[in-house]
């Protein structure tokens, strides 16, 4: 069965730049994957950032982008800030209808 | 606006059953699939079920495959989800959520309702 794979953490001072990956245990992401980005804070539902690869979803600030890099799908916070500090998921498109989450993100910013 | 709305959680036996419902408002709800996401307690999201906007086909996880079932009504812009023969590991929150259009990804979440499965 394949994984979706996301770092378990990372740290990103207030004002940087942080790039965040999900990649597939077996095989690249493309296009295809249709990847999509979710922010979650504990207690609350997730908030879409982007979906499809690259495209922003409502109201997100252009501080959040999505990418291809390589064989994996990414997530670029720039100029970031305080409340940029949440946990982040990718999910991944696998075919036959079925989505698979990653393992989640919890990024703090410091 | 987009909302979303699930109820019908709550606290069942191992191997009993429970109906959650998800009213929607804000957009044309039969051109749009819908989904039904997942999350233990202190664990990540896990994709659980999708429907087409037509309801059918659907989809899901092999996790709850057989025993649980996705359905829509259309007429009164409501989503369900079936869950029978409830496991433990069943416990989670459960969110629904809307995708971006027939299919794809999710773009609007529910708060989600809360299912606890414990003897």
């Known amino acids: 069965q394949t994984v979706v794979t996301q770092e378990p953490s990372f740290s990103v001072s207030p004002g940087g730049t942080v790039t965040l990956t999900c990649g597939l245990s077996s095989g690249s992401v493309s296009s295809s994957s249709y990847s999509s980005w979710y922010q979650q804070t504990p207690g609350q539902a997730p908030r879409t950032l982007i979906y499809s690869t690259d495209t922003r979803s409502s109201g997100v600030p252009d501080r959040f982008s999505g990418s291809i890099l390589g064989n994996k799908a990414a997530l670029t916070i720039t100029g970031a800030q305080a409340d940029d500090e949440s946990d982040y998921y990718c999910v991944l498109y696998m075919n036959n209808g079925i989505w698979v989450f990653g393992g989640g993100t919890k990024l703090t910013v410091l | ?119």
């Open chain 2, 1 to 119: 606006e987009v909302q979303l709305l699930e109820s019908g959680g709550g606290l069942v036996l191992p191997g009993g059953s429970l109906r959650l419902s998800c009213a929607a408002s804000g957009f044309t709800f039969r051109t749009y699939a819908m989904s039904w996401v997942r999350q233990a307690p202190g664990k990540g999201l896990e994709w659980v079920s999708t429907i087409t906007g037509s309801g059918d086909p659907t989809f899901y996880a092999d996790s709850v495959k057989g025993r649980f079932t996705i359905s829509r009504d259309n007429s009164k812009s409501t989503l369900y989800l079936q869950m029978n023969s409830l496991r433990a590991e069943d416990t989670a929150i459960y969110f629904c959520a809307k995708t971006v259009s027939n299919w794809g990804p999710f773009d609007y979440w529910g708060q989600g309702t809360l299912v606890a499965v414990s003897s």
